[in-house]
């Protein structure tokens, strides 16, 4: 059996992750009410502060860190059963998501004490949303071309530049943003930094970018001669690659790459219960519940691993490929079991999530890495290249 097959030890959640799912399950039926399935199958694009507040006030914004700063100290396993209701229920989760997975775990990680002190609480207040400025037009899967550039000024930092997708930028209070501070694109992973971003400063321009759907949720964002003072830089000047490495890792590992789709199966299940086309159905259904179950496992297996203090940096780049492979295919078997059947007028709110989910699905292989890259990554690991 091949290093990385091998890699992924059945791993069960341990009683007490299990226990925290029926709090949450009680959170969602007490303290919100579900919308129609299109505005649930939005799921993590969902912006809703005031859910998020209410998330934060019983701890569960930031689970993971520190109770010094404001945190639950929750492990990561509490985090995925977390994670993993909110996005079964299609929770409004957009406002804090980006914060709680990666801006606040780097500044954990890299930042000064007084950074910690100040944004962390922050977050877990659900009162500082973040945002990631790491693409560009010329840097998506070649991050390291990055071309933004900070120079040393009298106060701090001069940041010119550009960046572009940037999921929730309009909404956000901080960006933390990959830009170079020495050397040339050319001089690729050398030179870059990261630095925390105060969006309401002089300089920075945030237009959005509609979307197919029709949303408009991510930005091109523009900084001119943007004044960021000392204590912008998070962690070490020159060591952004590294840094952002880490961050990428918080951010393929979740079940976040396998639920996109779910509220829609679901939504499909309740509408075939109890009628006679659900035979028909019941083999897709088993299939697709099979591949939900494995791919599941897979994902808990990479969350005991960051458990234990390793990086399963090519495991989680395996889990997200297979995984928006099944989120993206769940909207074109609907969509096909919807229209082959001509005598029975579906569902309009059926119609309506699988018309926005069959939309926005080819974008689930591209956010966080594309496909290719992370294929490139498995080989790697595979010793293929
Ligand atoms: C919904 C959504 C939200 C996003 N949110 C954010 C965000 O908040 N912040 C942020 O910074 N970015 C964000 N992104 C950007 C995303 O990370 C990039 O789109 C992604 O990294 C791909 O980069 P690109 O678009 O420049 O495509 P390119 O890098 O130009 O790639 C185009 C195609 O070429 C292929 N390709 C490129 N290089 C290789 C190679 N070496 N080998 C084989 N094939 C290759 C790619 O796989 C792809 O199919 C978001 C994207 C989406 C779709």
Redesign the pocket.
Same mark, same amino acid.
């Given at each position: 059996m091949s290093q990385l097959l091998s890699a992924f030890r059945h791993a069960a959640l341990p009683a007490a992750a299990q226990a925290f799912r029926a709090e949450v399950r009680e959170f969602l039926r007490s303290s919100w009410t579900p919308p129609a399935p299109q505005v649930r199958a939005r799921s993590w694009?969902g912006f809703d502060a005031d859910f998020s507040r209410k998330l934060a006030q019983r701890g569960w914004v930031g689970v993971t860190l520190p109770r010094a700063y404001g945190g639950a100290s929750l492990d990561a396993f509490s985090r995925f059963v977390l994670v993993e209701e909110l996005l079964a229920a299609g929770a409004p989760v957009g406002a804090h998501w980006?914060a709680d997975r990666q801006s606040g775990p780097l500044i954990l990680k890299f930042g000064t004490e007084e950074q910690r002190r100040f944004y962390l609480p922050k977050i877990c207040a659900a009162e500082a949303f973040f945002?990631?400025?790491?693409?560009?037009?010329?840097?998506?899967?070649? =991050?390291a071309s990055v071309g933004s550039r900070a120079v040393r000024a009298e106060g701090g930092w001069r940041l010119n530049g550009r960046?572009?997708?940037?999921?929730?930028?309009h909404h956000s209070h901080y960006m933390i943003a =990959?830009v170079r501070t020495s050397g040339e694109p050319a001089d690729r992973q050398k030179g870059l930094s990261q630095f925390i971003v105060d969006l309401k400063l002089p300089g920075i321009t945030i237009r959005p970018i509609r979307?197919l759907a029709g949303d408009a949720?991510?930005n091109e964002v523009f900084f001119d001669n943007v004044l960021l003072p000392d204590d912008a830089l998070v962690g070490e000047e020159g060591a952004g690659w590294a840094q952002v490495n880490a961050e990428l890792a918080f951010e393929r590992s979740g079940p976040e790459r396998i639920y996109s789709s779910i509220v829609l199966l679901e939504h499909w299940i309740a509408c075939l219960r109890g009628t006679p086309e659900a035979a028909r159905h019941a083999e897709t259904i088993g299939r697709l519940a099979t591949h939900l179950a494995t791919l599941r496992g897979m994902s808990i297996a990479v969350t005991t691993k960051l458990v234990q203090g390793e990086s399963p940096v090519v495991e989680a780049a395996l889990v997200k490929d297979i995984g928006t492979t099944f989120e993206q295919s769940i909207p074109v078997i609907v969509e096909a079991a919807v229209g082959a059947d001509p005598a029975n007028p579906p569902d309009a709110d059926l119609l309506q999530a699988v018309a926005y989910l069959a939309q926005?699905a080819?974008?689930?292989s =591209?956010?966080?890495?594309?496909?290719?890259?992370l294929?490139?990554m498995i080989a790697r690991g595979l010793g293929l290249r």
């Open positions: 694009m980006i945002c990631i400025g790491m693409s560009e037009p010329n840097a998506g899967s070649d =991050l960046k572009i997708w940037t999921t929730n930028a =990959l979307d949720h991510f926005v080819p974008t689930f =591209l956010r966080g890495g594309t496909r290719e890259i294929r490139g």
